[in-house]
């Protein structure tokens, strides 16, 4: 699905380095978390796959179904799939959720060559997907994200991966600012989206995400390079040992 | 050079009207002796072509809202296009009673070349649910002052929606005059829709008059014409009255718009609120004068103005001027202006869920006129422009 190869990128701005050699190949159905400590290069990884401005691609390049994932609008991006729950998901002011939805699934359908969902179909799908992630009516009538909670704007990246179906959905982050019942109810939420067909990178920096969203493999990123990758008995080993001590080992 | 002695090939046309000039405080972004490029002759009468007003009538954004529609062509009422409206507490005759003379540059100009008008009055405590359209229309080639004045008055007690259009082809000069009276707890929702045609010259003057209790919704839309200055006044003459003046501007090109809006508390216990969502693209430039004079007497005055700018290109400008005058203590006043570019980051998660670029600008723009269009309370109207201004961006870069 996803083929990350020999990946460098550096702040355009600031011309410093932050991916230092990223390697990473997923296949569909399966999960792979990425942790790592802060400034490792987690999120940096998540907004060049799916096409933030202000990073610089000096080396590497980045496939998805074999295509060149780098050259394409972050529009594109989305329609061929892709899809980042974000770690700091965005209040948009004046723009309804519900049209904000329908919009976004439209564009992609279109890009796509599919049939525009009507109307009554989206309504359905969006209130089905919204019980199972506990959204009220209430949130779905406001402006995108405008007023929500730090765990009901998680809830609701989740829910916009729901109606959007992608096929390989990057998690950055998504624990953080969770207690323990959103977690749960977040969690939940992706691990209904978990299929053959659908490949996820979950970023996290606590091993605790991954109780509950049990990954196939777990990849150490550490000074924008992958330091150690293993089952998932790799995120236990980190927690007992600490980033520090499992970069020392590496060394 | 004295700009003062020495008179522009257009004023020598206008026949002793001075055009205001740079060096006048209320005009100084706007100055008309240069943007004003050639005489504008006063309108020679001319039959239109019954399908050019057709035609223009089908550009009006309104056409899919139930309303009463009164065409003027050319400066002259035109029966034909016309739809009256059915309602007896509706009275509409021709010509309007002119008001006094004024030394207003545009009044004086309205005062010397006004060909027509309409007078539009609502009945003490008639309430009319469709909404009533004044569609101003210019058809001429030959470059010309068209120029009408209004007069609306809504009974005590008594409520409408009245909307005035502006449409048109050609290098014209336009300029509307209208008075608008409220009496006492009447209500009038006002829209205007300046999208004249992307030649001509847009001036306008609206005075408006509140009594007790009175209830003002105004909402402008300006994204038409090369050059537009519009002039408001807003007197409260009654307590417990209630205004809120909003507009929206869309522009692009080398488009020139400028409003001057002046709110006067002339009694207590009166609230206004002016709220423009601007927004410019190219070379456009944006300008927003808003005065707020709160008299003597006037305690108990809440007051608040506010416009904010979206800059689309880094050549486009807005200048905005706002003006206090408070001469009583017990007030709330304020005003505020803020101007900026599209939030990179909105642009960035839209467009990461699969919405292109033009797209996600377009729902961004809407979103950020949409405060200035919530003015507006009738929803078929409302929808009609909020369409309009969702468009824009999408049509302009298909090379409207």
Known sequence: MLEI????????????????????????????????????????????????????????????????????????????????????????????????????????RKARGEKEISTPDFMRLVKDRANKLGISQDMLKRPVNVGFSGGEKKRAEILQMAVLEPSLCILDETDSGLDIDALRIVADGVNALRSHDRAMIVITHYQRLLNYIIPDFVHVLSNGRIVKSGGKELALELEAKGYAGLAREAA | MNVAVNKTPAELAYGGILLPHARMEDWRWTNLRVLIDRPYPPRLPVDARSEDVARLLKASPFTGVARARLVFVNGEFDAKHSTLPASGDIEFSLPARFAPASDEPIIAMNQRFATGGGYLRIKPHGNIDAPIEFVLIATEDVPRTIATRHVTEIGDGASATVIETHLGHGAYLSNTVTEIRLGEGARLDRVKAEIESAKAIHLSHAHMTLGRDAVLRDFTLTTGARVSRQNGTCEFRGQGADARISGSYLLSGKQHADTRLVVDHCVPHCISRELFKCVMDEDARGIFQGKVIVERDAQKTDGKQSSHALLLSSSAEFDAKPELEIYADDVVCGHGATSGNIDENHLFYLRSRGIPEARAKSMLIAAFVGEAFETISHDGVREALTDLAGNWLTSRRSGK
């Open chain 1, 5 to 108: 190869k020999n990946l460098h990128v550096k702040l355009a701005e600031e011309n410093r380095a932050i991916l230092n050699g990223v390697s990473l190949a997923v296949k569909a159905g399966e999960v792979h978390a990425i942790m790592g400590p802060n400034g490792s290069g987690k999120s940096t990884l998540s907004y060049v796959l799916s096409g933030r401005e202000g990073y610089e691609v000096t080396q590497g390049e980045v496939l998805l179904r074999g295509e060149d994932v780098l050259a394409m609008e972050p529009d594109e991006r989305a329609a061929k799939g892709m899809f980042l729950a974000f770690q700091y998901p965005i209040e948009i002011p004046g723009v309804a959720t519900m049209q904000f939805l329908k919009v976004a699934l439209n564009a992609q």
